[in-house]
């Protein structure tokens, strides 16, 4: 039996529900903390959350944990729909892949995001003024990254509105930042090389790009082998009997009760069925988790 599916039996218990709402909340408290310390309310209290090896060394090993509540991008206009987004990323990725799983893929990325500066600073022994270069690259916003790309693995096709204005499918988005991430390695290599005075700056860069990649292509390889009884899988198979069952009655296998789109008029769609809906009714992908359901 694959080894994730023992972890879950033993510890599958004590998995978070709702792990995003968490970690939402985290990003709360470090927007609170944020503004205190901008309006100069209580000077420098953000900065004890960062990810400071050296200050970790020196017995502030709070910031092991309190890394996670720094925000992954500054205050602006578009914050709530920042939250709306990573709240639906999480909460579909959870219902996909079930509560334990994607437990393990968060905490995955937190512990490299956690152990990769501390390992490169015991290591190298590097101090003044690169330990706070380093605590760059613990960063929430990479930790998302890898979210987004595992959603965009499983939902290529899901549209979504790029800047809440562009319909954009989630394949693209996930190619743009492969390409940016790619251009942001290789440009953070040269700069290290060609301004050694910034070096660390531009090496922590690479190691927070490294690091959100390697919790994804972990995650990916870990678990290849056992598509066969995932949750994804399961329910697929299980959909696809009800498919035919109701194909057989109405001339087509898949039909979205609220577009009316089937494989035929649009075979480049996926289609489900909503387990939360009564009725056995079947939804194309633009819709699946935007329907009213149905009791």
């Not at 996670?68 to 639906?88: D, H």
């Not at 290789?186 to 531009?202: K, N, T």
Request: glycine share 6%; with cysteine.
């Amino acid at each position: 039996m694959h080894w994730m599916n023992k972890l879950e039996r033993k510890l599958g218990k004590y998995a978070i529900k709702n792990l995003i709402v968490y970690i939402l909340g985290a990003y709360v408290i470090g927007y609170v903390l944020y503004f205190l310390d901008y309006f100069q309310m209580v000077p420098g209290i953000y900065r004890l959350l960062e990810m400071d090896p050296a200050a970790i060394c020196h017995g502030q090993v709070w910031r092991l944990v309190t890394w996670v509540c720094t925000v992954p991008q500054s205050p602006s206009l578009f914050l709530v729909f920042m939250f709306i987004f990573y709240l639906w990323i999480g909460r579909t990725l959870e219902n996909i892949w079930g509560t334990f799983r994607y437990n393990v893929f968060i905490f995955m990325g937190i512990i490299l995001m956690t152990v990769g500066p501390m390992l490169i600073y015991l290591v190298t022994g590097l101090a003044g003024g690169f330990e706070h270069a380093i605590s760059l690259s613990a960063s929430t916003y990479y930790l998302n990254l890898t979210s987004f790309l595992a959603f965009a693995t499983i939902f290529p096709n899901q549209q979504v509105y790029f800047m809440y204005i562009i319909p954009v499918k989630m394949k693209w988005l996930a190619i743009l930042d492969a390409v940016v991430l790619g251009f942001q390695l290789v440009q953070s290599i040269a700069f290290a090389w060609m301004v050694p005075a910034a070096a660390p700056l531009y090496i922590s860069n690479v190691v927070s790009i490294l690091l959100s990649v390697a919790n994804f292509v972990i995650y990916y390889f870990a678990t290849r082998n056992y598509k066969r009884l995932s949750p994804k899988e399961i329910k697929r198979k299980r959909n696809y009997r009800r498919q035919v069952r109701a194909g057989s009655a109405r001339g087509t296998k898949h039909y979205c009760a609220v577009c009316g789109k089937t494989e035929e008029t649009n075979p480049e769609l996926s289609f489900r069925f909503c387990s939360k809906c009564k009725g056995n009714l079947e939804y194309c992908e633009e819709h699946l988790f935007t329907h009213e359901h149905k009791k």
